[in-house]
């Protein structure tokens, strides 16, 4: 069983950045694909970012992209998101997730273990 603990979350001005911080533990943290999601008021959850194993490969959702940046330290069992320019539309509740492929994936449905999520609210 792999525990999924996500910090980081607060209020933030539009325009400004976040980083966010899942630590993970019950499983090597290596043989872990790791992702983050979103979920918005009213909206279905969505992903927003991916990263192999190693930390060499990154995927991310098209509305993100060139703002945000996924990271792992595998001597440390975390992940991060570093989220900047902020927009409204960026609020949500972000949750990390864990998989056992190999391939990284944004299809929710692949990974196998969430966190609890931590809450993003960017303000005007």
């Known amino acids: 069983q792999v525990q999924l603990v996500e910090s980081g979350g607060g209020l933030v001005q539009a325009g400004g950045s976040l980083r966010l911080s899942c630590a993970a533990s019950?499983?090597?943290?290596?043989?872990?694909?790791m992702g983050w999601f979103r979920q918005a008021p009213g909206k279905e959850r969505e992903f927003v970012a991916a990263?192999?194993?190693?930390?060499?490969?990154?995927y991310y959702a098209g509305s993100v992209k060139g703002r945000f940046t996924i990271s792992r330290d595998n001597a440390k069992n975390t992940v991060y998101l570093q989220m900047n320019s902020l927009k409204l539309e960026d609020t949500a509740v972000y949750y990390c997730?864990?998989?056992?492929?190999?391939?990284?994936?944004?299809?929710?449905?692949?990974?196998?273990?969430w966190g609890q999520g931590t809450q993003v609210t960017v303000f005007s």
């Open positions: 997730a864990a998989q056992l492929r190999l391939l990284i994936t944004r299809s929710e449905g692949e990974y196998d273990y």
């Open positions: 990263i192999s194993r190693s930390g060499g490969s990154m």
């Open positions: 019950g499983r090597t943290f290596s043989s872990l694909t």
